[in-house]
């Protein structure tokens, strides 16, 4: 079964940064493309970046310049570079894949949620 695994949330201060790391387990989904998102208490979960397989990347307008995703999509691979961080960026942040995984000898529309990992920044 093919699952997003993330690494590298954590606690830092106001104007630290963090990377977050995600990537899927097993061989038998191929992503069209990744993303971050992030979802505090009682609010909806946001998009926070976005690369395709081809490497168009979009950024939530808080975040542009600030933050930077990279990452091999067609290895099922994407982080996020998140610098000058700020207490209004503390949230679980999420990755996400959507495209196409192998079910018995069929491949079949896909898409996948990581657990969510916590970035919190305090001031």
């Known amino acids: 079964q093919v699952r997003l695994v993330e690494f590298g949330g954590g606690s830092v201060q106001d104007g630290g940064s963090l990377t977050l790391s995600c990537a899927a387990s097993g061989t038998t989904f191929s992503p069209n493309h990744m993303s971050w998102y992030r979802q505090t208490p009682g609010k909806e979960r946001e998009l926070v970046a976005s690369r395709t397989i081809g490497g168009d990347v979009t950024y939530k307008e808080s975040v542009k310049g600030r933050f930077s995703v990279s990452g091999d999509i067609s290895k099922s691979s994407i982080s996020l570079q998140m610098n000058n961080l700020k207490p209004s960026d503390t949230a679980v942040y999420f990755c996400?894949?959507?495209?196409?995984?192998?079910?018995?000898?069929?491949?079949?529309?896909?898409?996948?949620w990581g657990p969510g990992t916590q970035v919190t920044v305090s001031s």
């Open positions: 996400y894949a959507d495209g196409f995984g192998r079910q018995m000898t069929d491949w079949v529309p896909m898409n996948l």
